[in-house]
């Protein structure tokens, strides 16, 4: 027997996300389970920066920093501007700064 409402039960089958959408939002939100990624976007919120100047700041060489840039560009969290030879990644949408901020503020930092 059922205990939730009929209301409850036609606004969670509404609002309730199809199994392709949940892959898809769990492929979003695993992006931020990985702390290279995580110092990546942070750093990439602050400016543009080249896999160069990413593997300096983050202390890790560039094959790694490259490795994970493929990540977030193929899930379109990251582009790149050329700039001569060198490519410059950045953040393609301030809503991704807004949810590491929101993470920030909940742990209390």
Same mark, same amino acid.
């Given at each position: /027997?059922? /205990?939730? $409402?009929?209301?409850?039960?036609?606004?969670?089958?509404?609002?309730?996300?199809?199994?392709?959408?949940?892959?898809?939002?769990?492929?979003?939100?695993?992006?931020?389970?990985? =702390?290279?990624?995580?110092?990546?976007?942070?750093?990439?919120?602050?400016?543009?920066? =080249?896999?160069?100047?990413?593997?300096?700041?983050?202390?890790?060489?560039?094959? $790694?920093?490259?490795?994970?840039?493929? $990540?977030?560009?193929?899930?379109?969290?990251?582009?790149?501007?050329?700039?001569?030879?060198?490519?410059?990644?950045?953040? $393609?949408?301030?809503?991704?700064?807004?949810?590491?901020?929101?993470?920030?503020?909940?742990?209390?930092?």
């Amino acid at each position: /027997m059922l /205990m939730a $409402t009929a209301n409850v039960l036609q606004d969670i089958e509404y609002y309730l996300p199809d199994k392709a959408s949940t892959t898809k939002i769990a492929r979003f939100f695993a992006v931020f389970s990985d =702390c290279t990624r995580l110092r990546l976007l942070s750093a990439l919120a602050i400016s543009p920066l =080249c896999v160069t100047d990413l593997a300096n700041i983050l202390e890790t060489n560039q094959t $790694t920093v490259s490795h994970q840039l493929k $990540t977030l560009r193929d899930l379109g969290m990251v582009d790149f501007e050329r700039r001569g030879k060198i490519l410059y990644y950045k953040i $393609t949408n301030p809503k991704i700064n807004e949810i590491l901020l929101l993470g920030v503020e909940y742990l209390g930092y």
